[in-house]
C-alpha cells in the first residue's frame, strides 16, 4: 500500500522517490530470511550494494520489482472487485426475482402452449445449473468451513477474505430466499389485481424456475458487455 501511494508515477509529493526507495529496501529486508537475519546481525548495510555497481542501479532495479508488485497488486484488486459484483449479481436478482414473482403472480406458463412451456423448463433448468454452480463458487471463495471435529470454546477465526462460515451462508442464503417470497406475498395483497391461488402448481413451479431466469438473464448480460470491453 505504501509503494503504491509513494509510487514516482502516482504521488505528487516532492518525496517520493526517496520515500519509494526507502520503502522499497525495507520490503526487500523483510520479505527475505537471509537479509532479515543480516538486518538484525547489523550487517545488512555493508552487503546491500554489493551487487550493484552504483546507487543509481540499484533504485532501477528496486523501481522494476516494485513496479510488477504494484501491477500484481492492482490486478488482484481488480479480480477480487469483480468477483464481489459477481456474487451480488447472483443474489440481488435472485432475491428481486422471488419477491417480484410472488407479488405480481404473472400467469406466464399458463398463457404458453406447450413448445413455450417446454422452452420455460428448459430455461429454468439452465437458471438452475448457473446458479448453483456459481453460488458453489461464491461460497468457497467468500466463506469457510468449519471442520467437524474440531470443538473449541473460544471464538473460531475466519480465514483472511473469509468472512463467515459457510453454514452461516447457505442460511442466509435460504432465508433470504423465503424471506423474499414472504414479502412478495405479502405486497401481492394490497395490489389491486387479481391472483389465482397463492400455491397453485404453476406458482410453485414458477418460484422454482423464474429466479433462476431471471439470473442466467442478468448473467448473460453481463458476461456479454465484459466480452464487448475487452475489444
Do not use: W
Not at 529496501?25 to 538484525?40: G, I, K, M, T
Not at 440481488?92 to 407479488?103: E, G, Q, R
Not at 414472504?182 to 387479481?194: A, D, E, N, R, S
Request: some cysteine.
Amino acid at each position: 500500500r505504501l509503494a503504491r501511494q509513494y509510487h514516482p508515477d502516482v504521488s505528487a509529493s516532492p518525496d517520493a522517490s526517496a520515500r519509494f526507495v526507502k520503502i522499497s529496501e525495507a520490503y526487500q529486508v523483510l520479505s527475505d530470511p537471509n537479509r532479515r537475519a543480516a538486518y538484525d546481525r547489523g550487517e545488512y548495510g555493508r552487503q546491500k550494494r554489493t551487487f550493484y555497481a552504483s546507487h543509481a542501479a540499484e533504485v532501477a532495479a528496486i523501481q522494476r520489482e516494485f513496479d510488477r508488485m504494484v501491477d500484481e497488486m492492482i490486478a488482484h484488486e481488480r479480480q477480487e472487485t469483480a468477483a464481489r459484483s459477481h456474487a451480488v449479481l447472483l443474489v440481488v436478482p435472485l432475491f428481486l426475482a422471488a419477491f417480484y414473482f410472488m407479488a405480481a403472480k404473472p400467469p406466464i406458463m399458463e398463457n404458453l402452449d406447450f413448445a413455450g412451456r417446454a422452452l420455460t423448463i428448459v430455461l429454468g433448468i439452465c437458471g438452475l445449473v448457473y446458479l448453483v454452480k456459481n453460488l458453489s463458487l461464491a461460497l468457497a471463495r467468500y466463506t469457510y468451513e468449519v471442520p467437524k471435529h474440531l470443538i473449541s470454546v473460544f471464538r473460531q477465526e475466519s480465514p483472511r477474505g473469509k468472512v463467515i462460515s459457510r453454514k452461516a451462508g447457505l442460511v442466509f442464503l435460504i432465508c433470504g430466499y423465503m424471506v423474499s417470497l414472504g414479502l412478495g406475498h405479502v405486497v401481492g395483497k394490497f395490489l389491486p389485481l387479481h391472483y389465482g391461488p397463492a400455491l397453485s402448481p404453476a406458482i410453485l413451479l414458477g418460484i422454482i424456475i423464474y429466479p433462476p431466469i431471471a439470473v442466467l438473464i442478468i448473467g448473460s448480460i453481463r458476461r456479454l458487455g465484459i466480452r464487448l470491453g475487452l475489444f
